[in-house]
């Protein structure tokens, strides 16, 4: 039905807005085409190796202690 909506509705248009439509609707495809690619890459499990940063961050023992940039505020 769809189908023959669409070819109805293109039946008078001049044939630059019919080839417009029909680069519009390729532009759909390739979307769609786009999406489908994508979601096969995001249904794999994503592997996470624990302590994988272990050592490379350093707190200072002064972390909690406030700003002197805010001193006023306090």
Do not use: C, H, N, W
Request: aromatic fraction near 8%; charge should be negative.
């Amino acid at each position: 039905m769809a189908f023959e909506l669409l070819v109805a509705e293109a039946s008078d248009l001049s044939e630059d807005s019919i080839m417009e439509v029909v680069r519009y609707i390729r532009k759909i495809k390739e979307k769609t085409q786009r999406t489908a690619g994508d979601m096969s890459e995001r249904s794999r499990p994503v592997v996470r190796e624990a302590g994988k940063y272990r050592g490379q961050i350093v707190m200072t023992d002064d972390f909690d202690e406030p700003l002197d940039a805010f001193k006023e505020y306090m």
